[in-house]
């Protein structure tokens, strides 16, 4: 049990894979809390693919995340040109 007899999160990371954060693309939110990265999966069966994730919280290059999910990739934030 955790304080305030709340019980403490378990969570599992043997389902998840690591992954490498490379460069840093952009921050994004109101106040600058979500930052979008690229990323390096270091194991499994997409094994040196690098893919694009949305981070909430402190990050920088040479961190490695734990990804739950490594099929999914993030939309590009920024909106960049749009098509007429």
């Not at 709340?6 to 921050?27: G, L, M, N, Y």
């Amino acid at each position: 049990m955790a304080k305030n007899n709340v019980p403490a999160a378990d969570v599992d990371f043997e389902s998840a894979t690591p992954a490498e954060v490379k460069e840093i693309i952009c921050r994004a939110g109101s106040r600058g809390e979500l930052t979008q990265v690229m990323a390096l999966i270091l194991d499994g069966r997409d094994r040196n693919k690098a893919v694009r994730r949305n981070v909430k919280g402190p990050v920088r290059v040479g961190d490695v995340l734990m990804l739950l999910d490594t099929e999914i990739e993030a939309q590009r934030l920024g909106g960049g040109r749009r098509k007429k």
